[in-house]
Nanobody, 125 residues
Framework: QVQLVESGGGLAQAGGSLRLSCAAS????????MGWYRQATGKQRELVAH???????IYADSVKARFTISRDNAETTVYLQMNSLKPEDTAVYYCNAFMSVHTQVMGRISSNDYWGQGTQVTGSS
């Protein structure tokens, strides 16, 4: 039942902007942190940005001052505003959340990493 649904990927010219969204749904008890990773062809997956339950934010050095992560008031949806896109931003972007969820056993929770399906972002030249 718990899932992360991503949207907003696409093609942008160099210097353009895109906004990614990730909505968490299901029987969620708590979201400890939520954000975005990316994986370019031939490279390892890397953290882009995430926001913790208390609002602390971490950005990769490569996206600081260009990308902004935020969340809605319900704290179940995160956004990644990507400005000044570069060709090197091209990658599949994956939403990630470390969440505690209600299990099938009544009154119990389980904490795990969850991943979205990925959305392609292309910064063309």
């Amino acid at each position: 039942q718990v899932q992360l649904v991503e949207s907003g990927g696409g093609l942008a010219q160099a210097g353009g902007s895109l906004r990614l969204s990730c909505a968490a749904s299901g029987n969620i008890f708590r979201i400890d942190h939520m954000g975005w990773y990316r994986q370019a062809t031939g490279k390892q997956r890397e953290l882009v940005a995430h926001i913790t339950h208390d609002g602390s934010i971490i950005y990769a050095d490569s996206v600081k001052a260009r990308f902004t992560i935020s969340r809605d008031n319900a704290e179940t949806t995160v956004y990644l505003q990507m400005n000044s896109l570069k060709p090197e931003d091209t990658a599949v972007y994956y939403c990630n959340a470390f969440m505690s969820v209600h299990t099938q056993v009544m009154g119990r929770i389980s904490s795990n990493d969850y991943w979205g399906q990925g959305t392609q972002v292309t910064g063309s030249s």
